[in-house]
């Protein structure tokens, strides 16, 4: 496997781990200590810290089959960033009632949107 295709779905991976077991935390362990509304901000983290691990997955699938193509790569990082910055804002604003956590919870949506742009564009020109 090609360095970067590797790396990349092993961060993948490894993300979708720690997803179900932040989802499984969330669950078992926050559900009897967050209200309502701080358990919904987690559950959203998770929900979208799930779905782009899958999608780092992906993007290393997809640089396996264009190895040199810098947009590939730049969406894998892109992705990554979002997902520590839109995930992990939400996480840390849900566990400590932070407010103002949910002001750069933007940025990392914008990366995700930036990230998937980056994988379509490079997949076109291939």
Not at 14 to 24: I, N, Y
Not at 108 to 113: E, H
Request: glycine fraction near 12%.
């Amino acid at each position: 496997m090609i360095g970067s295709a590797k790396w990349l779905v092993a961060v993948g991976a490894f993300s979708g781990m720690l997803a179900v077991l932040f989802g499984a935390f969330g669950a078992h362990a926050l559900r009897e200590r967050l209200g309502a509304d701080l358990m919904a901000v987690y559950h959203t983290g998770n929900q979208y810290h799930f779905y782009h691990s899958l999608g780092l997955i992906l993007v290393g699938l997809v640089a396996l089959q264009l190895p040199a193509s810098a947009l590939v790569r730049w969406s894998g990082w892109t992705m990554l960033a979002g997902l520590l910055i839109f995930s992990g804002s939400l996480y840390l604003l849900s566990l400590t009632g932070v407010r103002w956590l949910g002001a750069i919870t933007p940025i990392g949506g914008t990366a995700f949107i930036v990230a998937w742009a980056l994988l379509a564009l490079a997949v076109l020109r291939a």
